[in-house]
């Protein structure tokens, strides 16, 4: 069953890689706590001791791994930070702004790895206990310019990044298919202020916050 968590806001932003998503979560937190909000910033994997673990193992591993044990990993990651960090801060009536959620795991997992959907769905469920974002927003940049962004930020390559361009076409084109509830696509070829202010558009319009000065 979906829940929402409390009276608080939960925001996330996906996409592939080098699409912007760190940029734009630091910059949606920022906004927030200067129109006097009290913000949660997250990044997935990661966020408690047990999610920092996982993430090293998921991410930095260097020997292989089979498709269902990094499922897990990022879902063990998932389910403690959304128990320890994320309910308690809705519950709070605080703003979670979430760098990654549940879409990654349909992107990557199923769409990229090839793992069924069906079972994927009903584990992401058992370990967030069915908590859905008010809004998600989907970053979309095609595979070679998240890429090069990459390459020009001179970011150290984890083991997805290091997967072939079948895969993170597959990844992209699940970002791409992805709707439901709150999901939100935006176009993150254009430039930063321009995204920002489309995300911030949208995130007005999906949320009941009430802030000052809003645009
Ligand atoms: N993963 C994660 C799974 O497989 N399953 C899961 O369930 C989960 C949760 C996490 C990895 O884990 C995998 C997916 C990932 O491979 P990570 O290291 O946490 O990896 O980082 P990523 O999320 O992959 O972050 P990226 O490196 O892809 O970058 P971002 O956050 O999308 O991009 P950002 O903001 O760092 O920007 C990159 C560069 O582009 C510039 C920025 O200034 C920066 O230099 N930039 C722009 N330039 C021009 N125009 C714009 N609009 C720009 N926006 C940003």
Not at 54 to 83: I, N, T, Y
Not at 86 to 100: K, N, S
Request: no cysteine; charged share 25%.
């Amino acid at each position: 069953m979906e829940s929402r968590g409390g009276p608080g806001v939960f925001i996330v932003v996906e996409g592939p890689e080098g699409a912007g998503k760190s940029t734009l979560a630091r910059w949606l937190g920022a906004r927030l706590v200067a129109e006097g909000l009290r913000v949660v910033p997250v990044r997935e994997p990661g966020g408690t001791p047990v999610a920092e673990a996982a993430r090293k193992v998921a991410l930095k591993f260097p020997h292989g791994m089979s498709p269902a044990a990094e499922l897990f990993l990022f879902l063990a990651a998932r389910a403690d930070l959304v128990e320890r960090v994320i309910r308690p801060a809705l519950e709070a009536g605080q703003v979670v702004v979430a760098d990654r959620f549940d879409l990654s795991t349909m992107a990557y997992q199923v769409a990229g790895a090839g793992l069924p959907l069906a079972e994927v769905t009903q584990a992401i469920r058992l370990a967030t206990g069915g908590l859905v974002p008010d809004v998600t927003l989907v970053l979309d940049v095609p595979v070679e310019l998240g890429r090069a962004r990459q390459r020009a930020a001179r970011k150290v390559q984890d083991r997805f990044e290091r997967q072939d361009d079948a895969f993170h076409h597959r990844v992209r084109e699940a970002y791409r298919r992805a709707q439901g509830p709150g999901v939100v696509h935006l176009d993150a070829t254009q430039p930063k202020k321009f995204v920002q202010d489309a995300a911030w558009r949208e995130v007005m319009a999906a949320t009941a916050l009430s802030t000052r000065g809003t645009s």
